[in-house]
């Protein structure tokens, strides 16, 4: 199974890092689903929650505002103005 290696931090601290299977966002464009293997891209956080479906099936799910959300070789990336994990 191919994953992803995800990373969410604010501006002062790293809010989760692990491993996935799927991260769901949301952009400036609209809703974004991530599964390994996607293609490189860029985009502007809208503010909300972001999912993230660990290898081990849990969800985390952190609240997101502002920033940049960047994909690469399997990486998701999720800067934010300010993040944190959320029950």
Known sequence: MAVLTVVV???DRE????EATRVVAR????EIGILAGHEP???LV???EVRILTTAG???RAQANGGFLSVANDRVSVVADAAEIVD
């Open 9 to 11: 931090v604010s501006a």
């Open 15 to 18: 809010v989760w890092t692990g």
């Open 27 to 30: 952009t400036t464009e609209g």
């Open 41 to 43: 891209l860029m985009g």
């Open 46 to 48: 809208a503010g909300g």
């Open 58 to 60: 849990d969800t985390v």
